[in-house]
């Protein structure tokens, strides 16, 4: 799929998106919602892999109706150090449904797809499907399941867990600070691992640990972090360009 045709087919996603939830959301006042995401990191980190070095901008839009989300996201590089300072380099499109398990209290589910996309970089696009279980319970364990089927054929699993505090401290009055602690493990399948690593073989591939402190001024929502991620199984260690990484960032958000 070309960067044209799969800009198109997003926005295709979007406007039809919008025009059915607009449709079906009018007389019961349920109509479709929007988030806008900001976020600043000193480096650029997925699962487990480094990469960019340097200080990255990120963006997304969020279009939610009922159990249906569709979003786009992208990265851009605020150094030169790859040749591509003030560019994006990624594009990831995606569809989701989430629901809850009827009859199963505390049992979610999640399925969708995603397309990753990479301007301005020598890079293949590339296609996953998802599917994942939650639970509401203490500390929200959940585990999703990653397969890529196009240019990768391989698999990752995430297991997550995660705990929130609605108030740590109050700046003003009006303005509490919240904390929000997260841990996630990933495993990758020989192939997954073969293609991202050069290790062919199955691993437990990284451990990330993240705290946020989100606040909210004005309808706005501030999240600061600090995050880390160590690569777990020594072979892809090894093969590597940072096995143990530290950085920080800001977000801003806004939901309408």
């Known amino acids: 799929m070309g ?3 799969t800009l198109i087919l997003a926005l295709i996603v979007f406007v039809s998106f919008s025009l059915i939830a607009s449709a079906f959301g009018g007389e019961g006042g349920a109509g479709i919602d929007f988030e806008i995401t900001t976020d600043f990191f000193s480096k650029y980190v997925w699962r487990g892999q480094l990469l960019d070095v340097d200080p990255v901008f990120q963006t997304g839009l969020n279009a939610s109706f009922k159990g249906l989300n569709a979003a786009i996201w992208g990265s851009l590089e605020l150094t030169n150090i790859n040749d591509n300072g003030g560019e994006f380099t990624e594009f990831d ?3 989701d449904y989430s629901g809850d398990f009827p009859g199963i209290n505390g049992l979610g589910y999640s399925v969708g797809v995603i397309y ?4 301005n970089t020598d890079f293949s696009g590339t296609t996953e499907v998802y599917w994942g279980f939650s639970l509401d319970v203490p500390f929200s364990p959940s585990v999703t399941v990653y397969h890529d089927v196009d240019e990768v054929e391989g698999s990752y699993v995430s ?3 995660g ?3 609605e108030k740590i401290l109050d700046i003003t009055p009006n303005l509490p600070v919240g904390m929000d602690i997260s841990a996630s493990l990933g495993w990758g ?3 997954y691992n073969k293609s991202y690593w050069g290790v062919d073989s199955s691993k437990m591939q990284d451990l990330t640990l993240s705290v946020s402190f ?3 001024p004005g309808g706005w929502t501030i999240t600061p972090s600090l995050n880390y991620v160590t690569l777990l199984s020594g072979s892809i260690r090894d093969n590597a360009a940072d096995s143990d990484i530290f950085f920080a960032g800001v977000g801003l958000s ?3």
Do not use: R, V
């Not at 990753?116 to 301007?119: M, N």
């Open 3 to 5: 960067k044209g045709s």
């Open 93 to 95: 499109y995606s569809l």
């Open 116 to 119: 990753y996309d990479f301007p």
């Open 159 to 161: 297991l997550t867990f």
């Open 163 to 165: 705990h929130s505090i």
């Open 189 to 191: 399948s020989s192939s």
């Open 214 to 216: 989100p606040l909210g």
């Open 254 to 256: 806004k939901s309408f």
